[in-house]
């Protein structure tokens, strides 16, 4: 019977000890206990920083290098960019979307337009690193670096769309209560952004490691936001301001901008550095133009599928240094020679390899930094500002000519303001293909439809079956599901 | 122990010698067979012997004196002595009934009023079986059984009732339940099949019986763990009275039986040709049709080059026994499976002791061990493209005008496409191990202080430790880019668990039967596990096993470790009166650390009543009735969804970003807690009768339920604009299964010589969601009230012939998919905004509106299967025979290899080979081809979306011949208890009019083939 009463008091312990249930996981960290070190703000920040990264391939970062890859789609939507991959680049290259599309391409707007909500929660940083216990010059600087980036991702989206929702502090506090939020008028998204990078301007660093933000960061994407709302006043003051900061320089050689040896070169103002050790951190960009048998690096692998279309490769002038980096054909490493007659990537365009070699690139993994502004984008914007804001001069020529004569170019004098515009815009054409800056280039100077009707005139005459496309394209359309959401709220960019 | 075993096994063996001469006897049972070791006593004495071989026994006995006779499962006689005394002994049909585990204890079957199915383990058939899973498939209804792929040791899933619950049940091995767990995935771009990892754990030889607790007033007992059904498995233990050792064996050979057919050479030359005719790139041509007219041979085989005929081995070897103090069972079990992929094996080895043992009169203990050590050596599998492509996927689809090697040794590429595709004999370089270990502990201790009571204390681990190991050599083009890759991951899990529950049954005189059960459980759920995978070795040689040699600036590391708990209140009461009238009543509360303190704790109910009508005494003596039992239950069992916290969360991510060249981690908000979360309901009503005709010639059951599942667990999206805009909470959604079941049981002909039983098994059921939340919109083809099974897509009709062309397929040329605009959306006044009905759903106008979109999408099929099984088992003389079919009388499927192959035509200008099928393609000179054209790419949708490539997959399968001998005893003179031999088909054949692979597991393009089985075996007992 002893037994027994040794059990019942077992069992009674165990039952009384049972009653406090618990669980643990070490990989979560309560909410509590963040953010509260100067650490803690930094860590908070690199959060932010991944939805900018070169590498993911289903639209949760902006900057990849596929057809949903910010520079991409903004390239392949103009002249200077198209791939040999059939109808996905197709519906690009000649615009036609709609706004109820069944095609994936509807799934990039979804994509791309899904990143307004990265406005709410850069905005939830800041507040966190504000409200957070660590030293005050700590908070000022990552919260002017959160400022930065959520202003980078403000540009982004209305580029893309023009203004979005952006949600109040008060809205964002009680995320269960669901708020239909329309989109920001251009004066109340001016004020959010003028907001946010002006903060960013005056508490970030003019220099910091590649990767970290800076006042010239800031000033250069403040600077990108006002050429796109067309107040070209405000733009040429910010290019002065620039120039003024004494950072930055123009490289002696174009390519020298890319190379992989010179990472650090003082033309680059803003870059999202690549690792290729990762494949979320490396660069693609390469490998999608590269064909699979063009001898390159040791170990890498190309896909072959990015070209420069031939139309845009012809207005290059042939003495163009920029051409350097452009291939128009390759010998294969069997010795075979390929060309636009014999390889179907080379018939659709010339292979726009600027990024150069990274000796270790692996696969389809390069090292590269992916290019995102530059200083001479800054220059030609100070002459276009110029132009538009008092005329040419010799002023304005002078900063185009800077770039020219980098690519081995003659100068240009004496144009009148018309005739320096139309220059200025092939100029930019010929500096920064495959960067993604031409779409709003053409859209700044009202030709992006025009170009598209130009390309698709040519393809229907050659049996091709597409529409006509209008400026309504200037903007992409709202993805439905974004409008339903938010019981119609959200207002469908006009003409779609 | 051992010392008890061998002093158990020598007196056994003495017994017999040990007698005195005096009476001789033999003791026979009902059919005329010797009893082998029956006790016999002289009555008031201690003097006694047990029968021998033959039945024979002798003793020291005056003839007349009184002789107690007495064997397990009969009923013992007191008879005079006599010399050359011949008993009879009768059956005691009492004690042989059946008593069925319910959980937390057993009852006899005839008082079970729930929803339980039993199957004994020995009527199964075990040829080509890893998995006790494997075998259960069809065999009762309402359980499905699919494996996800054919490759040894794949993963299934199982669910009971139509898998409402979403849920996998509940394994529970003799009282405890088996750790879910999952096995380390390697952690690379390569992965072999998914793995079973719950049944593959037990040896089928080691079980004796398994019963399914079907609805939720049985299942109610195992509480929030039991939403997905619960199978208990009952494993052999020894018995009192006899040594026996048994041994079965069996080799299985296996071939593949759906292999799809791809181009040859001369065929894919042609077809290249072709294709680029069709392109419009004629000039790009790669053969003259010299070069292919005089080509000699069919090409590389890759298929043939990297399968081989599969092989399987198993052994099982048990010893049982025991005196009426100590009883043991000790087995061990191997079981090898050469897969039909080379490369491809599994390898499982299982040792398990049960022991128990009596200490004095009113204490009982034992202990239950079992050892599984499983080992896999994988191949590469799955739908990846390219460089990723797999095994079966690269044989399938790779160039087979190219050889394997280059004249250099190194492996060929594929000219048309360098660098992209692998070769897929490179691929069998790939080291790809995953090892596991479970070690399963349980004790028990039962006290009886008075002879109704009933203590019992069980406390158990379940530990497992599972590992990958891979090594993607530079041999292969990912190797190559890679410098070579590792992997080593592990997965430790460990479940401690200890119960207590007190038993107090009773019969009074035959007319009330009480039984009440109460109890309490704990649990605790711990999990841990560690992995590496880094590039850049210097050499291939030492594989994953020196992984700092790597040279990766980054290699990719991770630990993780957790752990939650649960606690539980059960009671069971049940009453049966004049062996006619039966209530049971259920209940369990739980307690779980993953939700907050105010909602911790769930009960959960079930009731039943059952009524044997037959036992009644109108009914009792009708010849044609053997039983008849009406049955009705109601129960509810809970869910903690796929939940992990009820907290808000921030995490590491690692290497979010690049700052100045290297990676840097970032912390962000993960998981937004909802505090308010608290338990899924499953509840579950069933009426049931079971009946029996003609002494049990036709016996069935025929079962009527109705499951709903409500608080759902969901995932709700909040305002897109949210930091985190998900959140888990308990959603109105109210999900409804409703089904029918019906298990019939037929001795068809039982003479002597000859007889022959059959099993069917049937199943209806239908999942639906019924109730959403309130904020839910439905899509234009969407019923408010949803069947799950439902297909959705466009509709086809045929091809885009030549001269034809649609304003809505501007993309569309002759040879693509004519998919149909048949509706489209009516709109306000303002005419843009589309009018939408009182739930919210867009309105349609029933006329094409010149646009493919959403209010195209129609319903297609519903896909719900309709499983059915057939099960006959012959006898005649000492041959037995066992023909199985199992099937589906519903069923849609895409034709996924069709598909990639057809869509993906113009592949073909790469290298990539088709089916032969697609020679039947629309081409301009082939306008009556019934497959798309090169024109179909460029469509811009995705057949995928449509009914094209849709087929009917309703499916009958011979799943098992197998024939056996049963040698006669006699032949053995006593010494063998029982032998048999038999040969075996597995899978014989499959009657679908499912074009693809096979219609269960041949998913996706890389499936892992399916094999027919071919197998001889011996088991023997002495």
């Known amino acids: 019977m002893n037994t027994k009463k040794y059990l019942i008091i077992t069992l009674c312990s165990v039952i009384l000890a049972s009653c406090d249930l618990y669980r643990e996981d070490y990989t979560e960290i309560a909410e509590e206990d963040f953010p509260k070190t100067e650490n803690d703000l930094k860590l908070a920040v690199n959060a932010l920083m991944y939805e900018f990264g070169t590498g993911y391939w289903d639209g949760e970062a902006i900057y990849g290098a596929n057809y949903r890859g910010y520079q991409v789609m903004s390239d392949m939507t103009t002249d200077v960019l198209w791939s040999c991959w059939g109808w996905e680049s197709d519906v690009l290259y000649y615009q036609q979307w709609q706004d109820n599309n069944t095609s994936s391409i509807s799934g990039y707007f979804y994509d791309a337009f899904a990143h307004y909500q990265f406005l709410s929660k850069a905005r939830n940083v800041i507040r966190r690193i504000e409200a957070s216990s660590a030293p005050d010059e700590a908070k000022k600087h990552y919260s002017a670096e959160a400022h930065a980036l959520r202003g980078w991702m403000g540009l982004y989206l209305y580029d893309n769309f023009g203004p979005v929702p952006v949600a109040t502090d008060a809205q964002l506090n009680d995320p269960l209560t669901f708020n239909y939020i329309g989109r920001l008028t251009e004066e109340q998204y001016d004020s959010v952004m003028t907001e946010d990078l002006t903060y960013a301007i005056e508490n970030l660093p003019e220099y910091a490691p590649r990767g970290r933000m800076t006042k010239g960061i800031a000033m250069t994407l403040l600077l990108k936001y006002r050429m796109m709302q067309g107040r070209f006043k405000d733009a040429e003051q910010l290019c002065r301001d620039i120039i003024a900061l004494g950072v930055y320089s123009l490289q002696p050689n174009y390519s020298d901008v890319f190379d992989i040896t010179k990472k650090d070169n003082n033309e680059i103002i803003l870059c999202v550095p690549a690792n290729s050790s990762s494949s979320w951190t490396a660069n693609y960009m390469i490998a999608e133009i590269l064909p699979a048998d063009m001898p390159w690096a040791e170990k890498s692998t190309g896909w072959g599928g990015y070209v420069m279309p031939w139309a845009f490769y012809d207005t290059f002038k042939a003495s163009d240094k920029r051409l350097q980096c452009v291939y128009t054909s390759y010998t294969t490493a069997s010795g075979r020679n390929m060309d636009k007659t014999n390889s179907a990537q080379l018939s659709y365009g010339a292979l726009p390899l600027k990024y150069g070699v990274d000796p270790d690139m692996t696969g389809d993994q390069a090292g590269n930094d992916l290019i995102i502004y530059r200083y001479s984008d800054v220059l030609l914007s100070l002459a276009e500002c110029i132009a538009r804001n008092s005329g040419v001069n010799s002023e304005a020529e002078g900063y185009l000519n800077q770039v020219r004569r980098r690519a081995g170019l003659g100068d240009i004098i004496g144009y009148n303001t018309n005739d320096f515009l139309t220059a200025i815009l092939e100029e930019r054409g010929h500096e920064f293909y495959l960067e993604g800056l031409r779409r709003q280039d053409l859209i700044r100077f009202g030709k992006y439809a025009e170009y598209a009707n130009n390309r698709i005139k040519a393809a229907n005459a050659a049996g091709g079956n597409y529409y006509t496309v209008t400026n309504v394209h200037n903007r992409y359309p709202i993805p439905q599901a974004f409008i339903d959401e938010s019981k119609s709220a959200i207002t469908q960019n006009p003409g779609y | ?1022």
């Not at chain 2, 006790?39 to 201690?46: A, Q």
């Open chain 2, 1 to 1022: 122990m051992k010392d008890r075993i061998l002093i158990i096994l020598c007196a056994l063996c003495m017994l017999p010698v040990s007698l005195l001469a005096g009476i001789k006897g033999t003791i026979f049972d009902e059919n005329n067979e010797p009893v082998i070791g029956a006790n016999v006593v002289i009555e008031g004495t201690t003097t006694g012997t047990i029968t021998d071989f033959d039945g024979n026994f002798e003793l020291d006995a005056q003839p007349g004196q009184k002789l107690l006779i007495s064997y397990m499962g009969y009923i013992a006689q007191t008879v005079a002595a006599s010399n050359g005394m011949k008993v009879s002994l009768v059956p005691d049909t009492k004690a042989l009934e059946e008593v069925v585990v319910i959980g937390y204890g057993a009852s006899k079957k005839s008082n079970i009023s729930g929803s339980v199915e039993t199957v004994k383990a020995d009527e199964l058939p075990k040829a080509a079986s890893a998995s006790v899973g494997e075998m259960l498939r069809g065999r009762t209804s309402g359980m499905v059984i699919s494996s996800n792929s054919a490759a040894p040791g794949a993963s299934q899933s199982i669910t009971i009732r139509g898998g409402l619950s979403g849920q996998k049940p509940l394994i529970v091995i003799d009282g405890i339940p088996q750790l879910q767990s999952s096995s380390p995935s390697s952690g690379t771009g390569y992965s072999g099949s998914d793995k079973d990892n719950s049944l593959i754990n037990i040896s089928p030889d080691d079980i004796e019986s398994i019963n399914i607790l079907k609805d939720a007033s049985a299942a109610s007992i195992y509480g929030s763990d039991a939403s997905g059904g619960v199978i208990l498995i009952t494993t052999k233990r020894g018995k009192e009275g006899k040594v026996e050792v048994s041994y079965s064996g069996s080799v299985a050979f296996q071939t593949i039986k759906d292999a799809p057919e791809f181009l040859d050479a001369k065929g894919f030359m042609t077809e290249q040709n072709r294709i680029f005719d069709e392109l419009g790139r004629s000039a790009e041509k790669r053969y003259a049709p010299e070069q292919i007219e005089n080509y000699v041979g069919r090409g590389t085989d890759w298929m043939k080059l990297v399968t081989r005929t599969g092989l399987v081995n198993e052994h099982a070897i048990s010893v049982n026994g025991g005196s009426d103090k100590t009883k043991y069972l000790i087995s061990l079990g191997l079981y090898d499976h050469k897969g039909i992929a080379k490369n491809n094996d599994m390898q499982r080895i299982t040792g398990r002791i049960n022991l128990d043992q009596q200490f004095g009169k009113y204490v009982k203990a034992g202990v239950n061990t079992s050892f599984t050590s499983l080992k896999y050596n994988d191949v590469p599998l799955g739908d990846s493209r390219n460089q990723d492509a797999a095994l079966i996927y690269s044989a399938m689809t790779f160039n087979p005008t190219v050889p394997v090697y280059n004249l250099d040794g190194t492996f060929a590429d594929n000219p048309d496409r360098p660098n992209t595709y692998p070769n897929p004999v490179s691929l069998l370089e790939i080291t790809d191990q995953t090892k596991s270990y479970d070690v399963f502990l349980t004790g028990y201790l039962e006290v009886k202080p008075y002879k109704d009571l009933t203590l019992r204390a069980t406390g158990g681990v379940d530990m497992k430790f599972a590992g990958a190991d891979q090594y993607i050599p530079t041999s292969t083009m990912k190797g190559a880019s890679l410098g070579g890759q590792a992997s080593k991951q592990t997965n430790n899990n460990k479940l401690g668990i200890i119960n207590a529950t007190a038993t107090y049954a009773h019969n009074w005189n035959d007319q009330h039967d009480l039984s009440v059960m109460v109890g309490w459980e704990w649990k605790k759920n711990m999990w841990d596990g560690h992995g590496v995978v880094a590039n850049n070795f210097p050499t291939d040689g030492a594989l994953m096993n020196n992984i700092g040699t790597s040279e990766a600036e980054n290699p990719n590391i991770w630990s993780s470790k957790g752990s939650s708990q649960m606690a539980s209140f059960i009671g069971r009461a049940s009453y049966t009166a004049l062996n006619r009238y039966i209530v049971t009543f259920n209940i369990r509360v739980d307690g779980s650390s993953n939700f907050s303190k105010m909602h911790q704790w769930g009960a959960f109910p079930g009731v039943s009543v059952a009524w044997r009508m037959s036992e009644e005494p109108w009914l009792r003596d009708q010849a044609w009735l053997s039983e008849l039992k009406l049955r009705g239950g109601y129960g509810q069992t809970g869910n903690a969804g796929s939940l992990t916290g009820i907290n808000t969360v921030y995490g590491v991510s690692r290497g979010t970003y690049v700052i100045d060249g290297s990676l840097v981690n970032g912390i962000g908000l993960n998981k937004l807690g909802n505090p308010d979360l608290k338990w899924e309901t499953l509840s579950d009503a069933n009426v049931a009768v079971d009946f029996g005709f003609f002494k049990g010639r036709l016996s069935g059951t025929l079962e009527f339920y109705q499951r709903d599942r409500s608080d759902v667990i969901l995932t709700k999206s909040l305002m897109s604009y949210n930091e985190i805009n998900t959140i888990d909470y308990n959603s109105k959604e109210l999900y409804r299964s409703r089904g029918v079941e019906l298990t019939l049981h037929t001795v068809n002909v039982d003479t002597k010589l000859f007889g022959w039983n059959s099993d069917i098994c049937f199943s209806y059921y239908r999942n639906r969601t019924v109730r959403r939340d309130p904020d839910f919109i439905p899509a234009p083809y969407q019923d408010y009230v949803e069947d799950w099974g439902n297909v959705y897509g466009y509709k086809t009709d045929g091809l885009i012939q030549a001269g034809e062309s649609y304003p809505y397929l501007p993309n569309s040329q002759p040879g693509a998919i004519h998919y149909l605009d048949i509706n489209g959306y009516q709109y306000e006044d303002d005419g843009v905004t589309i009018k939408r009905d009182a739930e919210g759903r867009y309105m349609l106008s029933g006329k094409p509106d010149g646009k493919l979109d959403q209010a195209d999408i129609v319903k297609l099929y519903n896909n719900t299967p309709i499983p059915f099984s057939f099960n006959n088992t012959f006898r005649l003389w000492h041959f037995d025979l066992n023909i199985y079919l199992y099937g589906s009388l519903n069923g849609w499927k895409q034709n996924d290899v069709l598909y990639q192959s057809s869509y993906c035509i113009a592949d073909l200008t790469y290298g990539v080979n088709a089916l032969t099928q697609v020679q039947n393609r629309w081409t301009y000179q082939n306008q009556e081809g019934v497959l798309p054209g090169v024109a179909e790419i460029n469509s811009g949708i995705d057949p995928s979306s449509s009914n094209f490539f849709y087929e009917r997959s309703w499916f009958l399968r011979l799943d098992n011949i197998s024939l056996g001998f049963n040698f006669p005893t006699e032949w053995f003179k006593g010494y063998v208890k029982s032998a048999r031999i038999y040969a075996a088909v597995r899978n014989v054949a499959v009657f679908t009019p499912y074009k693809g692979m096979d219609p269960e597991t041949g998913n996706g393009i890389g499936a892992y083939p399916s094999q027919m089985s071919g197998a001889i075996g011996l088991s023997f007992k002495f």
